[in-house]
């Protein structure tokens, strides 16, 4: 689904709900899987092992069910645009294109192009625009996390809340991966940063900053994706965050909970979780997961039985985080598709979806200001209060904020302002961050041909020149519509 081409936005045609029995999908239609068993496929080491890492694996996988310019398609991404090197856990592959039948050579090449979970985790060349494929704002650390790193790996950019990045790597690497510049493997196209501590002594220093930090109450744990962590190393860490007397929430992000529920599935990590939840309780503490699913097709009924074994251990929530993309969910149908497969399938609670953020090579998974509000419109009244997710957009230096609280929106140019209540962590001593505007960037094949004429004109110019010219361009807009 893209902005462009979904029809609900000005039907006014009401979303049909329908409740929809999960199904696990039939592995067995790929050549590479056609022999592995119920007890193989719910096995978490072999899925680990069976992760498609390049592209001679997912021939081997696929065969000639997709002809060779879709490989071929593929090959060009990685060399020349992919931000994050490939690697996708045989639960994720299984869940596309799930509605074409294998019949025969190049038989799944159109539905492997079309499908939503390949787009993102899979992206290739045709995919990327060819105009604007990186916005001239885009940047590797699009967040600026790493300015705001009070430990290695420790973000404290809200007032109450911090940010600890406990590994570099995941058990799947989505395309769009907001933290391309550390997580994951170097690609032809970006040399990944790496930590320089070892991970004890980073961990210590993160422990140690919390126990110092009063202020801060809500600690998200994250990466990478905790599930890559050894579950004893990680319950470890939990129970001596438990002791700090300030933390009162804990999230633990893992995209794994959909990507490969089979970790969540395992008995020492069910054990684990339980002993956690546990001492949380007695404490007041607060747990939840937050995972990462974009698509209906996603949630099967491993992912709801990885969630309610979850849940059973006594944590309080599992939530979902999405990321709102052209060709994977842009689209109010497939948002509350979404919505309700987690919320009736998976009791996973709908929460938030962001913005794709500025990386680069991410202009055609991204959407304007615009049309994100347009969605948020169109999905209120469906979903109970509680479930109906927010769409944010993460503004640089700002946070997350709902896609209605921009301050002013120069649409023609596809430049939003916004605002802020409260200081980062870099910004104690700055008189003018309650009063400064921050800038988001509009994808410029989206804007009217005035706005892409501004950036044909503007865009190439080095930053110092390119923000002269917006701040030029915002006084002459200003002035004229105070003559008007």
Known sequence: MTIETAIGLESGQPYPYHRTELVEPDWTRFPGWKDVTTAEWESV???????????????????DLVDDRFYADLERDQAERATMSMLVPPQMMNTMALYAEPAGPGSLTEAFYADPIRHYMLPVLSDRRTDWPSHPHATRDSL??????????LTHRYPTKVLAELLPTCPQYCGHCTRMDLVGNSTPVVEKLKFTAKPVDRHAAM???????????????????????????????????????????????????????????QDDVVAGMSRVATVARERGVSIAIHT??????????????????????????????GVLMNGVNADPDALLDLCFRLLDGAQILPYYFYMCDMIPYSEHW??????????QHHI?????????????????????????????YDRERGISSWTKNYRTSIEATDPEAL???YQYYDPIHTLPEAGRQWWAEHGRLDESALKAAEMAEASRRVAALQAH
């Open 45 to 63: 080491q072999w899925q680990r092992a069976h992760c498609v890492k390049n592209i001679k694996q997912l021939r081997e996988l696929l065969g």
């Open 144 to 153: 600026h996390e790493h300015d705001m790193w009070v430990a290695e790996g």
């Open 207 to 265: 422990l140690d900053y919390l126990r110092r930090t009063p202020g801060v109450r809500d600690l998200v744990v994250s990466g990478g994706d905790v599930a890559n962590m050894p579950w004893a190393r990680l319950e470890d860490f939990l129970m001596q965050v438990l002791e700090v007397e300030n933390i009162r929430d804990i999230r633990l992000a893992t995209k794994a909970l959909m990507g490969l529920p089979q970790h969540w599935l």
């Open 292 to 321: 990462h699913v974009n698509h209906a097709q996603s949630v099967t009924p491993l992912v709801a039985r990885a969630t309610r074994a979850m849940l059973d251990t006594g944590i309080r929530d599992v939530r979902n985080q």
């Open 366 to 375: 991204r959407v304007s200001v615009a049309d994100a509000q347009r969605l």
């Open 380 to 408: 209120m009244g469906y979903l109970p209060g509680f479930a109906t997710p927010r769409i944010v957009c993460d503004v640089p230096f700002v946070g997350k904020r709902w896609v209605h609280q921009l301050a002013d």
């Open 435 to 437: 009063t400064r505007t």
